[in-house]
């Protein structure tokens, strides 16, 4: 389960400075000036940004990325990493993504770089993380460790916002 400490609107200014950043690395026009932006602490030195209810951004180490739900809302064209079919269960799952699973990159990318994760079939994104090698480095690596998982789909921060339905009462069960 997810807690969140210290929710807190964000300033105009900040959401603009995240947003501009967002868009500069990322390529993407997120969060609409109308939006609400709050900001919380998920731990892990994360914040979480949360638009509607739904957890869409995360600030890690000073570094704003889009989750996987923020990148479904505002499309991102930059800092992209591409996984083979094989190795989409394994990010589901939350596992660090290794070299040989990995059949394309942006050659921009820098080792620390925040990246999204997508599958080369549907180029969707799956997840985000933090580089240990260069863009170049993982196109061609046939061995190691090329990103930490940050955030997949199906994790809590994906979850946040659900609202599960209610079990029915036995006294629901035994009317006609």
Do not use: Q
Not at 20 to 34: H, Q
Request: a negative charge; charged letters at 30%; one cysteine or more.
């Amino acid at each position: 389960m997810l807690k969140l400490r210290h929710l807190a609107r964000l300033r105009r200014k900040e959401v603009r400075d995240l947003k501009d950043r967002l868009t500069a690395n990322f390529g993407c026009e997120a969060f609409p000036d109308e939006d609400l932006v709050e900001g919380a602490e998920v731990g892990d030195g994360k914040t979480a940004l949360i638009v509607g209810g739904r957890i869409v951004g995360l600030v890690v180490i000073g570094e704003p990325v889009l989750t996987v739900r923020g990148m479904l809302l505002w499309p991102v064209s930059k800092r992209w990493v591409t996984v083979d079919m094989g190795a989409v269960p394994f990010v589901y799952n939350g596992a660090d993504i290794m070299a040989p699973g990995i059949v394309d990159a942006e050659r921009t990318i820098a080792v620390g770089d925040l990246v999204w994760v997508r599958d080369e079939k549907n180029l969707r994104p799956l997840a985000v993380g933090s580089t240990l090698m260069t863009g170049e480095e993982m196109a061609v690596a046939e061995k190691g460790k090329a990103i930490r998982a940050l955030h997949h789909v199906g994790d809590d921060l994906w979850k946040y916002g659900d609202v599960e339905p209610a079990p029915p009462k036995p006294e629901d069960e035994a009317k006609p």
